[in-house]
Antibody, heavy 120, light 110 residues
């Protein structure tokens, strides 16, 4: 059974750092694309970052230079390290298994998310 | 403001049919495949449709997807109370640095 379980969210002051993680079972994170998607309070879904099976990474303009996605093959986990956090980063962060091919990318499996609140 | 435009809300009666539209441009929907997600707040989003009209295993055929030009549509027939949720379209956009872009979401009330 495929499961994605996020952890590490919490309350953090503006300018602070936080690392959230996603523990995966049912498939290997090293063999697939893994992405982070967030949902701010009262807002829609926003793609944040992806790590390809080959290890390449991409980021949304809003987080590039502040967020870093990584994976731990031995623990079968994906993480998102967030620095210089801003109030507008407040959101529930979901990790997802992504499937991509020519002209298509979609999130096949999702976790329930972890809540990150940036506030003083 | 989302790159893909969806109506904020739609409603229909139990047992009836509803459609949700998603409008984009040539750099996204016009040249790429569309996916649709169902999200009940507090739970994990669920993939309903991928590659415009394909359903993952376990998704009933009450859910369907189509695409024409730069627009896509999600159809749901035989509406049930459990279908009340937020629905999002998404696709890859070649004009921006975002890997995937989502619509603003549509709240379905049954």
């Amino acid at each position: 059974e495929v499961q994605l379980v996020e952890s590490g969210g919490g309350l953090i002051q503006p300018g602070g750092s936080l690392k959230i993680s996603c523990a995966v079972s049912g498939f290997r994170v090293s063999n697939t694309y893994m992405s982070w998607v967030r949902q701010a309070p009262g807002k829609g879904l926003e793609w944040v970052s992806v790590i390809y099976a080959e290890g390449n990474t991409l980021y949304a303009d809003s987080v590039r230079g502040r967020f870093t996605i990584s994976r731990d093959k031995t623990k079968n986990m994906v993480s998102l390290e967030m620095k210089n956090l801003r109030a507008e980063d407040t959101a529930r962060y979901f990790c997802a298994r992504e499937r991509c091919n020519v002209g298509t990318c979609y999130q096949e499996n999702w976790g329930q998310g972890t809540l990150v609140t940036v506030s003083s | 403001q989302s790159v893909l435009t969806q109506p904020p809300s739609v409603s229909a009666a139990f047992g009836q049919k509803v459609t949700i539209s998603c409008s984009g441009g040539r750099s996204n929907i016009g040249n790429n495949f569309v996916s649709w997600y169902q999200h009940v707040p507090g739970t994990a989003p669920k993939l309903l449709i991928y590659d415009n009209n394909k359903r993952p295993s376990g998704i009933p055929d009450r859910f369907s997807g189509s695409k024409s030009g730069t627009s896509a549509t999600l159809g749901i027939t035989g509406l049930q109370p459990g279908d009340e949720a937020d629905y999002y379209c998404a696709t890859w956009d070649s004009s921006v640095s975002a890997h995937v872009v989502f619509g603003g979401g549509t709240k379905l009330t049954v």
